[in-house]
């Protein structure tokens, strides 16, 4: 009970970060193409520390051995997918969440899409999965925390902007972990993913469990909370425009997410910490993905001036 209540308030407080600091990965791709590349780095690197919950437990606790895998072409193409669905949608899979609870409406549009893209391909979660790759506890760990020293060393050399930015974005990572620790697949993107085999398998597969939907509650109460004292809820409809924009886009994201095992929440807080390849590769296609539709965005609107 006590862990459970401790996982809430962490969950709450991630959300509260995630919306203040602005957690998105297309922001930060937006951002280092103006040559502004800090924030990007800072969400790239926000798993780093970790490695410090799990002192918590077993030195063998669950980690890399299980969260790590080969990279395949399913985890570039559903990376770029992701990418390029994100960049119409305006925002990842975080991002999504951040903006439903600053009252943007339409975000709900994007949820369905995105549910919608793990059941049409829910058949095929378990074989575009690669193979698991093994790799050294102890050198994984010896390069965190190498990582780690490095980064707190860097921080010094900020200025105070740069600082409190990059102490939010390894707080998030480091809160992350502890929460995956009493649950692996909370993740907006794991939730998803457990309710489409549900839809497609019927009973053959499991309801998530309650526990799952508390945590993103507490999720979007932490991000609804730092919404209202920011100022920046604003009730926001929609039009049917709008909305199937959204839904297509969603639906791109979903269908990307499940080639690549996840979606960027995943990618981010749980493969690149653990040094997963497939991770690594579906993050990089994402980024590229982003930055394709961002830019066959913005040429479509100029040729409408």
């Known amino acids: 009970m006590l862990f459970i209540t401790i996982t809430l308030i962490l969950i709450a407080c991630l959300g509260y970060l995630a919306q203040t600091t602005g957690l998105c990965m297309v922001k930060g791709v937006n951002q280092a193409v103006k040559g502004k590349p800090m924030f990007l780095l800072a969400i790239l690197l926000s798993g780093t520390f970790s490695w410090l919950p799990l002192l918590i437990v077993d030195f063998t606790a669950e980690l890399d051995i299980q969260t790590s895998h080969q990279a395949n072409w399913f985890s570039a193409f559903g990376g770029l997918l992701f990418g390029l669905g994100a960049a119409a949608n305006h925002g990842c899979g975080v991002s999504t969440v951040s903006r439903l609870a600053r009252g943007e409406m339409v975000m709900l549009a994007t949820v369905i899409g995105w549910l919608l893209g793990w059941i049409l391909l829910a058949k095929f979660i378990d074989e575009v999965e690669s193979d698991i790759y093994i790799q050294s506890q102890q050198i994984h760990f010896m390069v965190l925390i190498l990582l780690s020293l490095l980064l707190i060393i860097t921080l010094f050399c900020f200025n105070k902007a740069n600082r409190t930015l990059w102490l939010s974005m390894l707080s998030i990572g480091m809160m992350a972990s502890v929460v995956f620790l009493y649950e692996r697949h909370w993740a907006p993107s794991g939730l998803l993913k457990d309710i489409s085999l549900f839809v497609w398998y019927g009973n053959g597969q499991e309801w998530p469990s309650a526990e799952r939907f508390l945590l993103i509650l507490s999720l979007i109460l932490g991000m609804l909370i730092a919404a209202i004292t920011t100022r920046s809820f604003v009730f926001k409809g929609m039009t049917i425009a709008l909305l199937i924009k959204h839904l297509l886009a969603g639906t791109l994201m979903g269908i990307g997410a499940v080639l690549a095992s996840g979606g960027n929440d995943t990618q ?38």
């Open 268 to 305: 981010l807080l749980l493969a690149l910490p653990a040094f997963s390849p497939a991770g690594l590769i579906a993050v990089i296609f994402m980024l590229l993905g982003i930055y394709l539709g961002g830019a066959v965005i913005k040429s479509a609107q100029l040729k409408e001036y």
